[in-house]
């Protein structure tokens, strides 16, 4: 079953755009021949009416779901999250991250699995989501929270 999801997963690290972030939706899904089982992914980027980006993500299996949040702006060639939500539900432990990112306190702020957290915030720091996006788009390498 994790295989299955895997390879949902491993699907989503194709390429989005190269030079310039457009709109975009992409729906997936995978069969294990072996279980009678399949799953089903959809990925989409928005661009709001005020100027920011929103990244989701949703995948789901009879036993297993997973939900990726970011929201983020651009200014020039660099990527500045803002919000990075993750929850993982079904087999094995649940799994919930909750990132703020700062940018006047430059501090991400948050939770991870119920705990707080709070990171310095630079400039080159992305979440998860947004760090696979800038990835795509001749930036320069990022750190990842």
Same mark, same amino acid.
């Given at each position: 079953?994790?295989s %299955?999801?895997? /390879? #949902?997963?491993? *699907?989503?690290?194709?390429?989005?755009?190269?030079? @310039?972030?457009?709109? $975009?939706?992409?729906?997936?899904?995978?069969?294990?021949?072996?279980?009678p089982?399949?799953?089903?992914?959809?990925?989409?980027?928005?661009?709001?009416?005020?100027?920011?980006w929103?990244?989701?993500?949703? %995948?789901?299996? /009879? #036993?297993?779901g *997973?939900?990726?949040?970011?929201?983020?702006?651009? @200014?020039?060639?660099t $990527?500045?999250?803002?919000?990075?939500?993750h929850?993982?539900?079904?087999?094995?432990?649940?799994?919930?991250?909750?990132?703020?990112?700062?940018?006047?306190?430059?501090?991400?702020?948050?939770?991870?699995?119920?705990?707080?957290?709070?990171?310095? *915030?630079?400039?080159?720091?992305?979440?998860?989501?947004?760090?696979?996006?800038?990835?795509?788009?001749?930036?320069?390498?990022?750190?990842?929270?």
């Amino acid at each position: 079953m994790r295989s %299955a999801l895997l /390879l #949902v997963l491993a *699907l989503l690290a194709l390429p989005l755009q190269a030079l @310039e972030l457009q709109p $975009f939706s992409a729906s997936y899904t995978a069969d294990w021949k072996q279980v009678p089982m399949s799953g089903t992914a959809v990925r989409n980027l928005t661009a709001e009416d005020d100027g920011r980006w929103k990244l989701e993500f949703e %995948a789901s299996m /009879l #036993v297993a779901g *997973l939900n990726e949040r970011s929201t983020f702006t651009v @200014e020039g060639d660099t $990527f500045l999250p803002e919000r990075y939500r993750h929850e993982r539900s079904g087999l094995g432990k649940g799994k919930r991250i909750d990132q703020r990112f700062d940018w006047a306190a430059k501090q991400v702020v948050g939770t991870y699995r119920g705990d707080p957290i709070s990171l310095p *915030l630079n400039r080159g720091l992305l979440d998860k989501s947004t760090y696979q996006v800038a990835l795509q788009h001749d930036s320069p390498p990022a750190r990842r929270a």
